[in-house]
Nanobody, 124 residues
Framework: QVQLVESGGGLVQAGGSLRLSCTVS????????MGWFRQAPGKEREFVAN????????YYIDAVKGRFTISRDNAKNTMYLQMNSLKPEDTAVYYC?????????????????WGQGTQVTVSS
């Protein structure tokens, strides 16, 4: 069974930083493409960033480009999302997702495995 566990969420003031982690168990982490999604209250789930299996390719939505950095450590079976210069509009539950397909994807329906989510709240 593949399990994804997020951690690192919390309450932070605008302009602050948080680092989310997603630890994967069950199979070889390096065989998964990975992504971060978020869902704000009353809104649909939104793609945030993805990273290729080896970590050499990343992609971000414009709203977080230059502020967020996605990375992975395949030796530790862990993916990260470093979030800097946080804004109140970044407030959401953040989910990590994994899939064994080769090409990275921005579509939630193309990911097979999901974590339980971690709350990020940015106060103004």
């Amino acid at each position: 069974q593949v399990q994804l566990v997020e951690s690192g969420g919390g309450l932070v003031q605008a302009g602050g930083s948080l680092r989310l982690s997603c630890t994967v168990s069950g199979r070889a982490f390096s065989s998964y493409r990975m992504g971060w999604f978020r869902q704000a209250p009353g809104k649909e789930r939104e793609f945030v960033a993805n990273i290729s299996r080896g970590g050499g390719s990343t992609y971000y939505i414009d709203a977080v480009k230059g502020r967020f950095t996605i990375s992975r450590d395949n030796a530790k079976n862990t993916m990260y999302l470093q979030m800097n210069s946080l804004k109140p509009e970044d407030t959401a539950v953040y989910y990590c997702a994994a899939d064994e397909s080769f090409l990275p994807s921005t579509l939630g329906r193309e990911y097979d495995y999901w974590g339980q989510g971690t709350q990020v709240t940015v106060s103004s």
